[in-house]
């Protein structure tokens, strides 16, 4: 069977939009049109569509006819997290009651996978978004992974995985053990509050690196 690819509109898109969140592309950063298109090979005009709909998601913004990276302001972010601490937690409910033993062996092995090191913020950012993407997916619902992938428009990003402590790392892999264990052991509940408050924390610890950085 022959799979299309997706159209340049959406690769372009998911690029840009994963350069965003990872903070690849900085917040207040300008975006020229003609140099992304040029570095991604494509047409102006994905690129234009991409930027628009970037836009409509919150992650861009139109300012005298140029386009700039958002920034995310405290309120944003924490108003985000709460959305995620609801939905991940519910990810993590069903993931403990549907999930396949191969998704809950792969979860485990992404969270005790890490050493929480300071001079790999790279590794960092990819094992936990590799981390949070198997806890969604392993929910099973297709509906649930669609309302997170539309929320999740500030996260974990270099900048801020810089700014961790050694103890905070260690926390944060730790409680990503915790939930895959709960999960493993098939505690929806516990599993669910434990995904809470993982989400919870990480938007005290990130609150903490965001005024640390000067932002409101």
């Not at 836009?55 to 309120?75: D, M």
């Not at 270099?158 to 264990?181: F, K, M, P, T």
Request: hydrophobic share 40%; glycine share 4%; aromatic share 4%.
């Amino acid at each position: 069977m022959n799979v299309e690819a997706p159209p340049p509109s959406s690769q372009v898109y998911q690029r840009l939009r994963r350069d965003v969140i990872s903070g690849h592309l900085r917040p207040n950063a300008v975006l020229s049109e003609g140099d992304l298109a040029k570095e991604l090979g494509v047409s102006r005009t994905p690129v234009r569509d991409s930027l628009n709909l970037l836009a409509i998601n919150g992650l861009v913004r139109l300012h005298k006819r140029r386009w700039i990276v958002h920034e995310h302001s405290l309120r944003e972010i924490r108003e985000t997290y709460e959305v995620r601490a609801a939905l991940e937690g519910q990810a993590a409910l069903l993931a403990a009651t549907v999930a396949s033993d191969a998704d809950i062996d792969q979860l485990l092995k992404e969270a005790r996978d890490p050493s929480p090191r300071r001079e790999a913020p790279d590794q960092l950012v990819a094992t936990n978004d590799r981390f949070h993407s198997l806890l969604v997916q392993a929910s099973g619902n297709s509906v649930l992974c669609r309302a997170v992938e539309a929320v999740t428009n500030y996260y974990f990003n270099h900048e801020v995985a810089n700014l961790y402590s050694e103890e905070e790392l260690a926390i944060a892999v730790r409680q990503h053990i915790d939930l895959g264990e709960a999960i493993a052991a098939r505690a929806p509940e516990q599993a669910r509050d434990l995904a809470y408050a993982h989400v919870k924390d990480s938007y005290e610890i990130l609150a903490d690196k965001h005024q640390r950085l000067g932002r409101t």
